[in-house]
């Protein structure tokens, strides 16, 4: 199962970097872009996961879903990183997430512009291209961090960009990939050594998640060391445990008394 996964994301991929002509509207905000590449390739996902496994419930970012505690579900993000795709930037991911009595059990994340396929199989380990990979042991000091600045709700941007201040005069350098798939998995191979965003979907980080957990690396919330995968949520990463909690308690002390309007 876990090869014809990584196999249907890589033919995704395939109808990501083939673009062709598409159509571009937005989702609410002028920052948030849906592509008809997306729907089509969410549509050829959906088709294709649920034959590998008839039955499994399919939540995708643009077609959404109904869980109802169904054993497997599968949740996918058909480009994360769509405005980099409009832009033709060149960093974007297809990521699926295989749910498992609701906790991440397979995750593939596939970066077709620099054929790079992560995934990971719980209990198993994590792999870039068929190689083990893990976090790195980066000191703070050496660590670059991934960081946005809430782009799709800019009430949320002022204290990001206050983390960002803080963390930078800890830390070797700051990035900002526009695709938190990529970044995650980055961090899961060792290439980025910290992450936070205040506001994520569940197809946005739940195969990313399994990846980091497999490679030995730490996520979960401002406010928690577990996920939620139903519903939106900050996420805090690292390399280390120090690192995590430095990232999730300067998180914390700042967001802990912003209010947004």
């Known amino acids: 199962m876990l090869n014809s996964i990584i196999g249907i994301a890589e033919r995704a991929g395939k109808m990501i970097l083939e673009r062709g002509d598409f159509v571009v509207t937005d989702k609410g905000s002028t920052s948030n872009y849906v592509s008809s590449v997306d729907i089509a390739v969410e549509a050829f996902l959906k088709r294709e996961l649920t034959c590998v496994l008839p039955g499994a419930v399919f939540l995708g970012e ?15 993000d058909p480009i994360d990183g769509t405005a980099n795709f409009v832009h033709n930037i060149g960093i974007s991911a297809v990521s699926v997430a295989l ?8 995750g593939v994340i596939h ?7 992560f995934w990971a199989q719980k209990g198993t380990g ?8 893990h976090v790195s042991d980066r000191a703070t000091e050496k660590s670059i961090l991934s960081i946005a600045m809430s782009v799709y709700d800019k009430r949320y941007s ?31 191979a060792g290439f980025e050594d910290m992450f936070f965003e205040a506001r994520l979907f569940p197809w946005d980080y739940a195969a990313a998640s399994l990846i980091i957990k497999e490679a030995g690396g730490y996520i979960g919330t ?9 519903e939106p949520s900050s996420v805090v990463a ?6 995590y909690r430095l990232l999730q308690s300067r998180a914390y002390e700042i967001f802990n008394v912003f209010k947004p309007e």
């Open 126 to 133: 994590a792999f870039l291209n068929g190689k083990r990979i």
């Open 238 to 243: 690292a390399n280390t445990k120090h690192n």
């Open 222 to 230: 401002i406010y928690s060391d577990e996920l939620p995968y139903f």
């Open 158 to 188: 002022k204290p990001c960009f206050e983390l960002a201040e803080k963390m930078l005069c800890d830390c070797e350098d700051i990035r900002r990939l526009g695709s938190a798939a990529i970044e995650l998995a980055n961090l899961g």
């Open 99 to 106: 749910m498992k009595n609701a906790a991440p059990y397979i």
């Open 62 to 76: 643009e077609s959404g879903g109904i869980f109802n505690n169904e054993e497997y579900v599968f949740i996918v």
């Open 111 to 117: 970066y077709p512009y620099l054929g790079r396929t």
